[in-house]
C-alpha cells in the first residue's frame, strides 16, 4: 500500500528525492519566463487562478469552520465545493474578460470559454439560497483584492460565459474551476485548471496548486491521507499558506512559482522589450531509470483501473507503489521532477472532458515530457468538450512513456 512505510522503496526515493530538491533549489535562481506571443495572456490567466485560488481557498476555511456545526451531509458534502465551483468559475470568466491587459490576443476575437459548471441552478426559485452564498464569496474575494464588486446578474453571466463548444478554429479558454472536487471536500488536493486552446491545440496553461507541497515528506503524506480515506478531512492539509502555480507557454517552457508571490508587474523586460513578465523557476521532468520511478495515479478506484496500471508499471521496470493524489496537481509533481508518470485508466466507454487535461498537458509538455492517451496518440483538444482520443492517459518523460505505451499494447486492454 502507498504511504506505509514498510513500502521501503519509497522511503528511499524520498531521500534521493530530498538531495535532488536541495541541489535544484541551489543551482536554480529565480528565472524570468520571457513571455512570447501570448504573454499577455498568460499574464491575465495567472492573475485569474490566482483569484480563483484565494476564493477557494476561503471556500475552504468556511467548509472547515463549519465541519462540527449540524448541517445535512448534502450540505457537507455538496454546498461547500458547490458555491467554490461557481464562484471560481465566475471570478476566472470575469477576470479574463475585465482585468485591464491591453496586449491580450483574446481581447482581440471575441471572449469564448469552455467551462465545467452552468448558472441553470441558480437561477432557479431552489437554487436562490446557493446563489446569494456564490456572489457572497466572489465579492469578498474582489473586495480582497481591491477590485470592484460584481451585480448578481454580472455573476450568472460569466458563470454562463462557459458554455462555449471550442473546437478548432481561433481561440477558446478551457477551464476547470475546481479540478479534483473529491479532493477540495476531503481537504486533500485539487486544482484551478486554466489553458488557451489556439486552434484546437493548447498554447498556454496555468495550474493552481492552493494545497500542494513539493517536499517527498509532504507527498507521501498526502498519499497516506488519501488512502486512508477518501472523503475524510485529513491532516495532510496545506496549513503554512504554501501552495503552487505551475505556468508554461507553448515553446518558451514551464515553471512554478509560490501562489503568493505576485506577478512582477512593473518594469520592462530588458532583453524582449515585453512590458513585463513572470518570475519563477524553470522546471522539468527527470528521466531516472525505471527502478528509481514513482508512477502518480487518481485517488478514485472508479476513475481509473489501478490493478492494469500496476501491471504496465511492472511491465516496464517500475517496482516502486503509486503515488494517488486527485487532480491535475498530478501533471504538476511530474512537470517538477518529483515523480516519473502519470496513468489514468477508465471505464472504456468514457469521455474526457477537455478541461481535465488542457492545462496540464501544456505544462507537462513544456517541461519535455510527453502525454497522449493509452496508444500513445497525442492529445487533441480540437473537437469539442470532449478529447478526440482512445481511451486512458499516458504522461511521463519520453523513454518512460515509450517504454509504457508498448507495456500498455504487450498487456492489451
Ligand atoms: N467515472 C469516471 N472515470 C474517469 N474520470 C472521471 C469519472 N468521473 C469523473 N471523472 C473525472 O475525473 C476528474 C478527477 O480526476 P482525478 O480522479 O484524477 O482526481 C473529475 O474532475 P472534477 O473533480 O473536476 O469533477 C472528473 O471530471
Ligand atoms: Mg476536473
Known sequence: MVGKKASGGRGGQRKRVRTQASATAKAQSVSRMKGGRYEADLRLATEAVRLASKL????????????????????????????????????????????????????????????????????????????????????????????KELTEAEVLLAIDEGRSEGGSDRRHWVLDPIDGTRGFVGNRQYAIALALLDEGEPVLGVLGCPNLSLEAEDLDARTAAATSSSESSSSSQQEDGSGYLFVAEKRRGAYKVGIEIEAGSSGSDAESGAPGDILGHRISVDEVDPNDAVYMESVETKHSDHAFARKVAENSGINKDSLKLDSQVKYGVIASGKASAFMRFPDLDYKEWIWDHAAGAIIMEEAGGVVTDSEGKKLDFSKGRTLNNGNGIVAAPPKLHRKLIESIKALGR
Open 56 to 147: 477557494c481557498r476561503a471556500s475552504q476555511l468556511q467548509l472547515r469552520e463549519n465541519e462540527n456545526t449540524n448541517q445535512t451531509k448534502r450540505d457537507k458534502l455538496e454546498s461547500p465545493v458547490t458555491v467554490a465551483d461557481l464562484g471560481a468559475q465566475a471570478i476566472v470568466s470575469w477576470a479574463l474578460q475585465n482585468l485591464p491587459n491591453s496586449g491580450a490576443v483574446t481581447r482581440n476575437d471575441g471572449f469564448s470559454l469552455v467551462a465545467e459548471e452552468d448558472s441553470d441552478f441558480l437561477r432557479s426559485e431552489e437554487g436562490a439560497d446557493l446563489r446569494n452564498r456564490v456572489v457572497d464569496l466572489v465579492n469578498n474575494t474582489l473586495r480582497g483584492s481591491g477590485l
